[in-house]
């Protein structure tokens, strides 16, 4: 009867069905594409992802992605997308995208995420690879309180109103 117990169980836990990533040109394609970074970038991500299929997890699951996908991921980007480059992403995607981030305040960007220490780093690789799924969590928060304070630190702010010129000599009225 235990035997019988014992295969049943065994039997349910072949079924039950392990969280899958996407395929590894499909994650490469997303990362590298989410980054803005080229083929090299995508093509060390591509081959990380093969020899660990579990490093994509995290990118099909997002908020619900276990401490050790995230990891797994981590390893992959850290080990494709360097400092330097993370750094020139973060601060062109400002200057893109907020008004008034001008060469001044990207370059103060670009040396503010390179001095991270390593565990922040990490979390705005992760953070961003993994922002927009959707389920906020802890992740999301504390991705926000890192480019929260790279931005104030930057002087670098978000507003509903465009910013003038840097060179308009406008001011503002309240």
Known sequence: MLAVAALAA???GACSSQAEGPPPEEAADVVAGGFGLGTDVRQCLLER???DPSAT???AVGGSASLDDRRALQAALEACIEPQTLAEVIAAGAGAG???TGDDRQACLEREVLALDDDRRAL???GLALS???TPDQLDIDLGAVTSELFETC???FSDEPAPPAD???TTTP
């Open 168 to 170: 308009s000599g406008a």
């Open 49 to 51: 992802f093969e020899d």
């Open 10 to 12: 065994a039997a349910l």
């Open 98 to 100: 907020v008004p008034g």
């Open 132 to 134: 927009g799924d959707g």
């Open 155 to 157: 002087d670098v702010a």
């Open 124 to 126: 705005l690789l992760v």
């Open 57 to 59: 997890i995290a990118l």
